[in-house]
């Protein structure tokens, strides 16, 4: 034990030294298959050309004033993720669970003005929405919540998936918001039913709640929809995203529409570095890029990537999850992944992430390739190959 940095990951023996597109490189000019992306992060691959010369760009102009003053760029991010998402206004924060923070925030100031005086939140079990402590007691994950006294009472806690069960909390007089992903990322690639938005939405409503989406994770094209919930007919009243947002540039955003509007006025938050002209920036050149055609090309290349596997080990148990380039294999549970992340990377240079409940999670750039999504294909193919001999 000799290093510096708290020990709260458990990292892999690697380190990268240069990126580009979707290809990792050690030191020593060796090329891993990056289907990872940061954890759902790089969404246009490692230094898109692009988002690197808005960079070094606006590094060299302007990087930092205040939101004391007005700021051109936070603006113009402002119009284009709102445009984007359906939304209409959006508080620039630097990570997810600070988005989420923002989102819980609102959501007790709107309870605050209808009278409610110990507001709770609807929460899913297998959610994550972050390491904050109000965002850990929001999260399911008992290892993430032990020993930081969570806020268990604003919270009530039902199975994800199920419109049935928020139905059942109808006319609760201290709910007063729904906070959920639209496909589960940490959880475990869990996805809904197809009209699981639209009851929820009805449901919130009927009972004036908030609808909140946590698109930390499924935001900004990962799913081949700017937002997962453009697969449904619905419009949430708060929305936050983080991940794609930089493309590596932590800034996270929490953006509201409908009942939502109109809550925050002048020093109900703020953030110091919250939507600088530099990470503002970044906003406008990823939501510049990112076009219709690259979303598209995640929901091929996703689509094949689950149909191929799916072809070849669906008879052994193996089933996809996922939509877009969000992409998980839940494996059966003889299959032992403890060592796969492992294998993968050493045996296949493969980038690769497992999650909860027997899941290999793969998170490739929405713009990989034809050439390398066959190649993704193969390494994966090869991989599976290993894990179920090793398994008999
Ligand atoms: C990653 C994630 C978060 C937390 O984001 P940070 O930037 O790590 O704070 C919150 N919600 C979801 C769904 C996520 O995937």
Known sequence: MNSHIMPTYARQPISFVRGEGSYLYTEDGTAYLDALTGIAVCGLGHCHPAITQAITEQASSLVHTSNLFGIDWQEKAADKLCQAAGMQQVFFANSGAEANECALKIARLYAHNQGKAKPKVIVMENSFHGRTLLTVSATANPKARAGFYTLDDEFVRVPFGEADAVAALSGDPDICAVLVEPIQGEGGLHTPPDDYLEKLSKICK??????????????NGRTGKYFAYQYSTIAPDVLTTAKGLGNGFPIGACMVNNKAVGLFGAGSHG?????????????????????????DNARTQGDAIRAHIVDKFGAQG???RGRGMMIGFAMPKEVDLTEA??????????????????????????????????????????LLVGLFNQSH
Do not use: F
């Open 341 to 382: 992340v492992n294998i993968a990377r050493d045996q296949h240079h493969l980038i690769i992430n497992v999650t909860g409940g027997n899941v290999i999670r793969l998170l490739p750039a929405l713009n990989l390739s034809k050439q390398d999504t066959d190649l993704l294909i193969d390494k994966m193919t090869d």
């Open 206 to 219: 009927d009972n004036d709640w908030l609808l909140m989406l946590d698109e930390v994770q499924t935001g």
């Open 318 to 320: 193996v089933s996809a």
């Open 271 to 295: 953030s110091t570095y919250g939507g600088t002209p530099l990470g503002s920036r970044v906003v406008c050149a990823v939501y510049d890029v990112l076009d219709e055609a690259i979303m």
